[in-house]
Nanobody, 117 residues
Framework: QVQLVESGGGLVQAGGSLRLSCAVS????????MGWYRQAPGKQRELVAEIGAFGNTNYADSVKGRFTISRDNAKSTMYLQMNNLKPEDTAVYFC???????????WGQGTQVTVSS
């Protein structure tokens, strides 16, 4: 069964850093695109960053220059390095994996990130 498990969330002060991890149990991990989404209370879920099978990346304007998405195919894990965190970054962060060759996609359970002012 395909599983995505996020970790690394927590409470941090503004200006601090966190690194989120998403361990993915799936065959042929390296062939999938993946990304991080976040959802704050009362708000829509939004794309934070994504990374393709070839390492190509895209970021939301709100996090560009502060967050870095990466993947380690040998470990079947993707990461989100978050620097210079701001209170508005507070949200539940979800990892997502999807196939570019079809409509298949998978979601993790989410991890809470709270940034205090």
């Amino acid at each position: 069964q395909v599983q995505l498990v996020e970790s690394g969330g927590g409470l941090v002060q503004a200006g601090g850093s966190l690194r989120l991890s998403c361990a993915v149990s799936i065959s042929y991990f390296s062939r999938y695109s993946m990304g991080w989404y976040r959802q704050a209370p009362g708000k829509q879920r939004e794309l934070v960053a994504e990374i393709g099978a070839f390492g190509n990346t895209n970021y939301a304007d709100s996090v560009k220059g502060r967050f870095t998405i990466s993947r380690d195919n040998a470990k079947s894990t993707m990461y989100l390095q978050m620097n210079n965190l701001k209170p508005e970054d507070t949200a539940v962060y979800f990892c997502k994996v999807w196939a570019t060759w079809g409509s298949t996609n998978f979601w993790g359970q989410g991890t809470q990130v709270t940034v205090s002012s």
